[in-house]
Each structure stands twice: as structure tokens, then as C-alpha cells.
């Protein structure tokens, strides 16, 4: 039988009135079992003793690093790769033994580990004094950090490996090659979140963000214009939308932004000069009118995020026409109440009934 | 509770791998330390107002410029291919004991201190029709200082009379030390 997930809180309350039920025999104690057994706790997500022994985590790893990093000139480099190969150790370890008992200080200990693992990396270049890109340490602690997260099945420890390679991804853009490491690392993220997340649509949503900067990347690497990555960009916010969205929701979502974000530059004159053609400034005109006419369409099924680019495309139209012509205070002025009217229709989307969760996005 | 001592090993296993990662970072300059040679290297004046980023000094190496004559025949003639590649940089000795550019090679040269380097860009050469200056970036152009200690060593940076100590081993370099010109 397949057992239905509910909150931890609600679990505990079935589990108790079957209890008192069964003990002012309205049932027996084979029904409460069954009772029971039709549920499971869902896992449990940040509660506040979490999100404390996190935050408490974060902190000694950075007053490490810190105190490591203020002393540097009076600690021998030998004694401070101890310090920092025991200190990866040790908070590790004593944090798996802990988690027998206290899983959640355990883990916190587990965050410190990965804190003075990235400390480590910076440390050591300091240390020898390697000038290498400030990227290649954020792919290097990516990379460290990646089986920790797959070994404890650990949701935080994934967002973070998932966000330093997003730092390198973008610092590295148009530098030295295809990155092919990049893509290696970013196929196993993907099937880390297929296998050990069950494709938690929130991963899939930052892995694809990966794969987009990797797209650019090789685009701008082969020479491509920037055209072509925004058209590459738009089209498969086209096919998330329309297409794959049908399997995984949030990719309706994703594939509106990428249509947005995408359309955003291409209603830019500059980007289409790199056609051989002097319609440049038509053809970006052209493109901003049906791209606004789109989402304000879309704007009318509930899409909020629709309603985001309808704001933006005018916000953008009337700081590149009016800036240059206004007084500064008038500007602003209008600028501000266009603002405040967009926040309004936001506020009025949201409040109207019947609109599903998933449309408001 | 018991230990899933299988869950354990997986535990280990991915320690190991930021441990490795570390010992990577580290292997290169501890064997350069303990195996390799030491070299002095003069450093240009450097234009101050990019000078100290955050809390390194910038170094602005004499051997970071390397003229169209020293390049290698191979080098010389598909100068834009090599652009963005590594290149090997034998050096030699002068009168006064730095190191300076020998000769800049596609391959390891089989004797003599040499440094890897990346033709990092070009620049025209004139009057000698497709012939370019190549920069060259070694990483070894950055020298980390202590917060808020750094100031005098910027301006001896400045001054162009700072010298690099590098221990180097293999075309492996790292900066083990800086000093004040005639200091030594």
C-alpha cells in the first residue's frame, strides 16, 4: 500500500488520537495500526532549530576562516594545512556521530565541515600564492561539496554546490574555452537530483539556469553573436513553456523567465546589428511590440510573471525614451507612480479568486 | 541507533574527495618547495591605481613581456594560434643574478629553468610587417599580504624595486617571497 506524506506535526496528531481512540475502545489496536501505516511523515524542511544551527554553523566556518586568514603571517604554512585538513575532518566526523543522536546539530557540524573545506581552497592559494581565476575555486568547491550531498541525501549542502557553480559558471563566461568540466559537473547535478531528490522541480529549476550560462558560454566561445544566444534562449523558453512543461510544472514557469529575460535584450537595437542589415532599430521595435502584446495576453490567464515582463518592457520603453528629455524630478516622479501602479496590479492579480497556484506563477 | 556501516563508507569516500582536492591545490608548490630552484625575478613599475586588489599586491613582472625576437620559429610564425595557449619559457641568468627570458618554446626545453606560461596577448610589433610582443601571465603575479600590512610593499611595487623569489621545479613556479631591490 502506498502510504500518503503529511507534515511531521499532523503525523504526530493521527498517531496520538488513534491512541486515545483505541484506549476508550472506539477501535482496536489493529485498526490503529492501520490507521497509522496509511501515513508517513513527510521530511521534515527548515524549522527553526535548523535554520539556527545553520545560521550557528555558518558562523564558526567563517570565524575559522577569519582567524585563520587574520593570523596567516604567524602560522606556519604546515601547521595551517593541519589546521585545515583536520578541521575538514573532524567537524565532518564528529558530526556523522552525532547525527545518531542529534541529527540536526550533527548536520550543523557536517556545514562547518564544507565551510572550512571552501576556506581551505582560498587558503591555500593564499598560502603559495597562486594566481589562478577566482572561479576555479568555487568549481573546486562545488566539485569537493557534491558527494557530501549525495551521500547524506542533504538538500542545503545540494542548493550550495548547486550555487558555487553558478559563481563559476558566471565568472568564467567568454574565458578560456568551451568549459567541459562545467558540463561534466553539471550532468551530475542533474543526476544527483534524478536519483537522490526524486527531480525536486526547485534543483531542476537551478540546474537548468546552469545549463543556459553554459549555452551562452559555448555560443559566445564559437564565435556566436549575442543575437544567437538570446534567440538560442528565447526558443527554449518557447519549448519549457509549451512543451515540457507538461512533465515537470515549473518549467512553465522557467520557460516564461527565459522568454522574458531573453526577449528583454532582444528589444534592444544594439543586439540586432549583428545581422547584415540596416533594420536594426525597426526590427527591435517590431519585436518589442509583439513580445509585449504576448504577455500581456498571457497576463489575462493569471500568469503573474507575465505581468512582470508587461511591467518591465514598459518600464524599459520609458526610461529609454524619456530620460534624456525630462527634468530628473519628473522623471522619477512618474517613474516612482508607474511603479507603485504596477505593484497594485500585482496585488490585484493575486488576490482574485480562483487562480491556481501554478497560473500566478 | 545503529551505524550503516555501508552509508559510512560512502561517508568516507566523499570526504576523501575534498581532502584530495586540497592536497592538489597544495602538491605542486610543496614539491616545488622541496625539490625545486631558486630564482630571482625583477619586476616592472607598476601603474598604481590597479596596484593592490583587496589584499594582494600585483606584480608587474619583467618577464610578463616577451619580444618578437625571442620568440621560438614555431612560436614566431602562427603567433595568433598560440595566443590563449601555454607556451614554456626557458630563462637565463644575467650579471646581476635575475632571470630573465631566454627563449619562448611550444615544448618543455629538455634542461635549464624554465616556467609554463599563457601567451595571455598580442600586440603589433611595428615596423617589422606580422611580427608581435606577447604577454605572457605565469601566476606568479600575485603575492598575498597580510590585511593592512601591504602598503609599503605597494610602494615599492610602485617604484618598480621589488624582486620576486620563486621557487620553481618542472615549469612550476610559485612565489615564495618578495624583497627590496639591494635588500640581500
Known amino acids: 500500500m502506498k502510504r500518503k506524506t503529511i507534515g511531521s506535526s499532523s503525523y504526530r496528531f493521527i498517531k496520538n488520537e488513534t491512541a486515545y481512540l483505541e484506549r476508550i475502545e472506539v477501535i482496536d489496536h489493529e485498526t490503529r495500526t492501520r490507521i497509522v501505516d496509511a501515513y508517513e511523515p513527510r521530511e521534515e524542511g527548515m524549522n527553526y532549530i535548523r535554520i539556527i544551527l545553520t545560521i550557528g554553523a555558518i558562523l564558526v566556518g567563517l570565524g575559522i576562516i577569519s582567524f585563520i586568514a587574520s593570523n596567516w603571517k604567524e602560522i606556519g604554512n604546515s601547521f595551517k594545512l593541519t589546521i585545515i585538513v583536520l578541521g575538514v575532518l573532524g567537524f565532518a566526523a564528529s558530526g556523522r556521530i552525532l547525527e545518531e543522536s542529534y541529527p540536526r546539530t550533527g548536520r550543523s557540524l557536517v556545514y562547518i565541515s564544507v565551510m572550512i573545506f571552501g576556506a581551505g581552497i582560498f587558503l591555500i592559494e593564499q598560502m603559495y600564492n597562486i594566481s589562478i581565476h577566482f572561479s576555479k575555486s568555487f568549481l573546486l568547491w562545488s566539485l569537493g561539496v557534491l558527494p557530501m550531498a549525495y551521500v547524506l541525501k542533504d538538500k542545503l549542502i545540494f542548493v550550495f554546490a548547486n550555487a558555487l557553480l553558478l559563481v563559476y559558471g558566471i565568472g568564467n563566461l567568454n574565458y578560456h574555452g568551451i568549459e567541459w568540466v562545467y558540463l561534466a559537473l553539471l550532468i551530475v547535478f542533474y543526476a544527483v537530483n534524478r536519483f537522490v531528490f526524486e527531480n525536486n522541480p526547485y534543483f531542476m529549476f537551478m540546474e537548468n539556469i546552469l545549463a543556459a550560462i553554459w549555452v551562452i558560454d559555448v555560443i559566445e566561445e564559437l564565435g556566436g553573436s549575442g543575437l544567437l544566444a538570446a534567440c538560442v534562449i528565447f526558443g527554449s523558453g518557447i519549448s519549457m513553456k509549451y512543451v515540457l512543461s507538461r512533465h515537470e510544472r515549473v518549467l512553465a514557469l522557467q520557460g516564461n523567465l527565459f522568454m522574458g529575460i531573453s526577449g528583454l535584450f532582444l528589444t534592444f537595437k544594439g543586439i540586432w546589428t549583428d545581422l ?67 505593484g497594485y496590479t500585482f496585488e490585484r492579480i493575486r488576490k482574485k479568486e480562483g487562480i491556481g497556484y501554478e497560473n500566478r506563477l | 541507533m545503529k551505524i550503516d556501516y555501508r552509508n559510512s563508507l560512502g561517508f568516507v569516500l566523499a570526504l576523501l574527495i575534498p581532502l584530495l582536492i586540497l592536497g592538489g591545490i597544495a602538491y605542486k608548490p610543496l614539491v616545488a618547495k622541496a625539490q625545486g630552484e631558486e630564482i630571482l625575478l625583477a619586476t616592472d613599475a607598476y601603474d598604481p591605481r590597479d596596484l593592490f586588489r583587496g589584499d594582494y599586491v600585483h606584480l608587474n613582472l619583467e618577464i610578463s613581456r616577451a619580444t618578437y625576437d625571442l620568440l621560438s620559429k614555431e612560436i614566431f610564425y602562427n603567433t595568433e594560434k598560440y595566443n590563449d595557449s601555454f607556451v614554456y619559457v626557458l630563462l637565463k641568468i644575467d650579471q646581476n643574478g635575475y632571470h630573465s627570458i631566454d627563449t619562448v618554446l611550444e615544448k618543455p626545453p629538455s634542461e635549464g629553468v624554465y616556467l609554463k606560461a599563457r601567451i595571455s596577448g598580442l600586440r603589433e610589433t611595428s615596423g617589422f610587417q606580422k611580427s608581435y610582443s606577447v604577454y605572457l601571465n605565469y601566476g606568479l603575479e600575485r603575492y598575498y599580504v597580510q590585511e593592512n600590512t601591504g602598503e609599503e610593499l605597494q610602494y615599492d611595487s610602485n617604484d618598480g624595486i621589488l624582486d620576486v623569489v620563486v621557487r620553481t621545479y618542472k615549469g612550476y613556479g610559485y612565489v615564495e617571497r618578495l624583497r627590496k631591490r639591494d635588500a640581500e
Not at chain 1, 511590440?289 to 505581468?307: E, N, P, W
Open chain 1, 276 to 342: 547584415d542589415f540596416s533594420y536594426g532599430g525597426e526590427t527591435a521595435i517590431v519585436f518589442g511590440i509583439v513580445l509585449m502584446a504576448y504577455f500581456l495576453m498571457d497576463t489575462k490567464k493569471g500568469r503573474l510573471s507575465s505581468l512582470f515582463f508587461v511591467c518591465i518592457l514598459i518600464f524599459r520603453y520609458y526610461v529609454d525614451s524619456f530620460y534624456d528629455f525630462m527634468p530628473k524630478s519628473m522623471f522619477f516622479i512618474i517613474g516612482g507612480l508607474i511603479l507603485i501602479a504596477f
